[in-house]
């Protein structure tokens, strides 16, 4: 009894695919199975998104593809390349990624005096050293609670840090210099002497 509803039978296979299904079976090498077309649902994950990706190809095709990679990886280091040339952007962002979460450490700088921007007229040179890097091993309790408080707006008008900061926690001796009109000036608490996360 016709109840409104229809199954659909697959297909027949067009002339093309019988046409090299017949040319395959008169050749030596097996015909390779038929890939289901890559659909990939909006929300899925991207690992699910590759992952089904990967099982669409057949084994020869992902051979090729390692093969053809390989290659390329050669023919760079042949080249004189230093870094893979397969995914540049993918290897910047790792870089920016480990530049940015260096930890908190002391550097210096040879400096003029008038670049500290003190006032100071004066063609001597003075070894800065300051504080620099990331604090990420550093967070405690403390900050994790400021930052909560500070999402759900508890704490709305005061300017907090919810965060540890890389900064001095000595300073060098006092630094003396002659100015641009022979004027004798000591700075004190100018360079870092150590460093840390506070």
């Not at 910047?92 to 003190?118: F, N, T, W």
Request: glycine share 4%.
């Amino acid at each position: 009894m016709f109840n409104g509803s229809r199954k659909y039978s697959p297909l027949p296979s067009s002339p093309s695919s019988s046409r090299a299904s017949s040319s395959s079976s008169s050749s030596s090498l097996p015909a390779a199975p038929r890939r289901s077309p890559r659909a990939l649902q909006r929300h899925s994950s991207l690992l699910t998104q590759y992952s089904s990706l990967l099982e669409s190809y057949t084994e020869g095709e992902i051979r090729q593809l390692i093969s053809a990679l390989v290659e390329r990886y050669s023919q760079a280091m042949n080249s004189g390349g230093h870094e893979l040339p397969l995914f540049p952007r993918t290897g910047s962002r790792r870089k920016r990624a480990r530049a940015r979460h260096k930890p908190c450490a002391l550097k210096e700088l040879e400096v003029s005096v008038s670049e500290l921007g003190l006032g100071y007229e004066s063609d001597e040179t003075v070894l800065f050293r300051y504080c620099s890097g990331t604090c990420e091993a550093a967070v405690r309790s403390y900050d994790l609670s400021l930052k909560s408080m500070r999402s759900r707006r508890r704490i709305k008008k005061e300017k907090v840090r919810a965060r540890p900061c890389c900064r001095p926690l000595a300073y060098d001796d006092d630094v003396s210099f002659l100015d641009a009109y022979n004027r004798y000036y000591t700075v004190n608490e100018l360079s870092a002497k150590e460093c840390g996360c506070v």
